[in-house]
């Protein structure tokens, strides 16, 4: 057995204990990380910076320290999101404001907008568990763990998963087809099909493909944001947006990350800061990472 099948047999048994043994585990494992991973440590200090100019430097590490824990605690649990039962899945998992999706959902296709919190997956999985949807992911490298990453969204439902290099294509079928479109979209891809708009005021390549789909398949914008809880994870559904796209697709995009800091300023810790966020630059701007 290779080092990621034993990892994979280990969270699978994480999924069938009770949660406080994933999150008690999961709480050390972050120290380690934290401590152990300069690249990440530097990348996660790097956009707390750039993010909190006004926070100083103790105050920032101690965010970090506490975003590796909750992020560890979040890998953890997959083994309860890829192989627990849907009773304990629902038991742990649980929305908020499901009204919204309802009323959006009589009316229009539905594009439900989930930021990269740690509890991402676990919102995703209870989305699956409700209805078949659309959503995107991004390939890993290790072949194996690759394999557990889509067996284990695929689960229920028989979801339709894009890989990022499919394009929007195949979400604009699922949206015509009335399917809700799982939707991540705060990472830098790099400058193709992307603006730059401020991040907590500082310029960030974030791609449009939200505000392109929602005028060419005349969706509705439902925000979904789950939090990780002391027992589970809370995924909280929001109004459908008015006047969303507009005519301005770059208001719009904005709009989109105005939301996201409001969200990340409730729970700061929780926000997957170890992505290199700010790596693309506007012409002429110098890099922000060592690597």
Same mark, same amino acid.
């Given at each position: 057995?290779?080092?990621?099948?034993?990892?994979?047999?280990?969270?699978?048994?994480?999924?069938?204990?009770?949660?406080?043994?994933?999150?008690?585990?999961?709480?050390?494992?972050?120290?380690? !990380?934290?401590?152990?991973?300069?690249?990440?440590?530097?990348?996660?200090?790097?956009?707390?910076?750039?993010?909190?100019?006004?926070?100083?430097?103790?105050?920032?590490?101690?965010?970090?320290?506490?975003? !590796?824990?909750?992020?560890?605690?979040?890998?953890?649990?997959r083994g309860l999101i890829w192989w627990g039962s849907p009773e304990k899945i629902?038991?742990? #998992?649980?929305?908020?404001?499901?009204?919204?999706?309802?009323?959006?959902?009589?009316?229009?296709?539905?594009?439900?907008?989930?930021?990269?919190?740690?509890?991402?997956?676990?919102?995703?999985?209870?989305?699956?568990?409700?209805?078949?949807?659309?959503?995107?992911?991004?390939?890993?490298?290790?072949? #194996?763990?690759?394999?557990?990453?889509?067996?284990g969204r695929s689960r229920f439902n028989d979801p339709v998963l894009l890989s990022?290099?499919?394009?929007?294509?195949?979400?604009?079928?699922?949206?015509?087809?009335?399917?809700?479109?799982?939707?991540?979209?705060?990472?830098? !891809?790099?400058?193709?099909?992307?603006?730059?708009?401020?991040?907590?005021?500082?310029?960030?390549?974030? #791609?449009?493909?939200?505000?392109?789909?929602?005028?060419?398949?005349g969706a509705a914008i439902v925000p979904c944001v789950t939090r990780m809880t002391?027992?589970?994870?809370?995924?909280?559904?929001?109004?459908?947006?008015?006047?969303?796209?507009?005519?301005?697709?770059?208001?719009?995009?904005?709009?989109? =990350?105005?939301?996201?800091?409001?969200?990340?300023?409730?729970?700061?810790?929780?926000?997957?800061?170890?992505?290199?966020? !700010?790596? =693309?630059?506007?012409?002429?701007?110098?890099?922000?990472?060592?690597?």
């Amino acid at each position: 057995m290779n080092a990621t099948s034993l990892a994979l047999a280990i969270l699978r048994g994480l999924g069938h204990a009770p949660l406080f043994v994933a999150r008690s585990l999961g709480a050390v494992v972050g120290e380690m !990380f934290y401590f152990i991973s300069a690249e990440r440590r530097n990348v996660a200090l790097v956009n707390l910076r750039l993010c909190f100019p006004g926070m100083d430097e103790g105050a920032r590490r101690r965010l970090a320290r506490a975003h !590796f824990r909750r992020f560890a605690q979040a890998l953890l649990d997959r083994g309860l999101i890829w192989w627990g039962s849907p009773e304990k899945i629902r038991r742990t #998992v649980r929305w908020v404001g499901m009204e919204h999706y309802e009323q959006a959902a009589r009316e229009r296709p539905v594009i439900l907008l989930a930021p990269h919190f740690v509890g991402l997956d676990a919102g995703g999985i209870l989305a699956t568990l409700t209805w078949r949807l659309v959503s995107v992911y991004s390939r890993q490298k290790n072949r #194996v763990f690759d394999a557990a990453v889509l067996a284990g969204r695929s689960r229920f439902n028989d979801p339709v998963l894009l890989s990022r290099q499919d394009g929007i294509r195949g979400a604009l079928r699922g949206l015509q087809e009335r399917l809700p479109f799982y939707y991540l979209p705060d990472m830098d !891809f790099g400058p193709r099909d992307a603006i730059f708009v401020p991040f907590f005021g500082v310029p960030a390549a974030t #791609v449009t493909a939200t505000a392109r789909l929602a005028k060419l398949a005349g969706a509705a914008i439902v925000p979904c944001v789950t939090r990780m809880t002391r027992d589970g994870y809370e995924a909280r559904l929001y109004p459908a947006w008015d006047d969303f796209p507009g005519e301005d697709v770059e208001v719009a995009t904005r709009r989109i =990350t105005a939301f996201i800091e409001e969200r990340i300023l409730e729970m700061p810790a929780q926000y997957l800061w170890t992505h290199k966020r !700010f790596k =693309t630059r506007p012409p002429g701007e110098a890099r922000y990472y060592r690597h």
